[in-house]
């Protein structure tokens, strides 16, 4: 750092190669949060192994139920967030600024029932060799 300001980075270590004949992991039709939320959410790297999107939502915003596969979700904020699954199951997670969650693959809804506006970078890892979530039928 050539600076007179602090320099913080992330880094994602990949601990080994990418599985022979792997391929990117694709979710359900028209649950990619890029293209449901795109005021919210927005691609800030992509590469053949790995997609990083940032979101920020506001107290009460939400994010439309959408998919991502094997990820982590890195906090840039303090964050309450409720996550909500297709069958309408809730989970509350609080996260501080500067703390890391790794979740497999999974479709979700997500809202900011804290008081602040909150933000995240979700780092997707498109060679996870799990399969999308199955659409129930009904």
């Known amino acids: 750092n050539v600076g007179n300001v602090e320099f913080r980075g992330i880094v994602v270590e990949f601990k080994k190669p990418a599985s022979p004949g792997a391929k990117p ?3 359900p039709e028209g649950q990619d949060p890029v293209k449901t939320d795109p005021a919210k959410t927005k691609v800030v790297f992509e590469n053949e192994r790995v997609r990083v999107l940032e979101s920020h939502l506001k107290p009460g915003e939400r994010l439309a139920m959408h998919w991502h596969p094997a990820n982590i979700i890195y906090a840039l904020t303090d964050a309450k967030a409720k996550f909500t699954d297709p069958a309408g199951k809730a989970t509350e997670k ?18 900011n029932i804290g008081t602040a ?14 399969a999308a979530p199955k659409a129930k039928a009904g």
Do not use: Q, R
């Open 117 to 130: 506006e909150m933000g995240a970078l979700n780092f997707e890892f498109k060679d996870s060799i799990e």
């Open 25 to 27: 992991v694709a979710g």
């Open 94 to 111: 609080t996260l501080a600024a500067g703390a890391a969650m790794w979740s497999d693959a999974v479709s979700h809804a997500v809202e």
